[in-house]
């Protein structure tokens, strides 16, 4: 599985970006699509995620402003960012869950290269 990020970018606080992960390859096992982001000098942490059967999780610091969607037809999953912060700054990486084996049940990640979301006025 391949992952393609885009849509990062510079954007004045109050702003809103799109970010998109297209996936290609084996995708029919793809279970979960998320976005991590990593800022500079701290862990890699979870930012929203979308299963097959479209149930949503999202970070605490996020909720009410990013929205996660998928185009299962496209393998392509977004991430609507709304209101953004100083503190969204990020270089943000695209993870897909892809199932290896199901009994006994078994899955990988996948990452795309990060795309980088600057929020700065």
């Known amino acids: 599985v391949q992952l393609q990020a885009s849509g990062g970018g510079l954007v004045q606080p109050g702003g809103s970006l799109r970010l998109s992960c297209a996936a290609s390859g084996s995708t029919f096992n793809i279970n979960a699509m998320g976005w991590f982001r990593q800022a500079p000098g701290k862990q890699r942490e979870l930012v929203a995620a979308?299963?097959?059967?479209?149930?949503?999780n999202y970070a605490d610091s996020v909720k009410g402003r990013f929205t996660i969607s998928r185009d299962n037809a496209k393998n392509t999953v977004y991430l609507h960012m709304n209101s953004l912060k100083p503190e969204d700054t990020a270089v943000y990486y695209c993870?897909?869950?892809?199932?290896?084996?199901?009994?006994?049940?078994?899955?990988?990640?996948?990452w795309g290269k990060g795309t980088q979301v600057t929020v700065s006025s």
């Open positions: 993870n897909a869950k892809v199932v290896v084996t199901f009994v006994p049940y078994y899955e990988m990640d996948y």
């Open positions: 979308i299963t097959s059967g479209d149930s949503t």
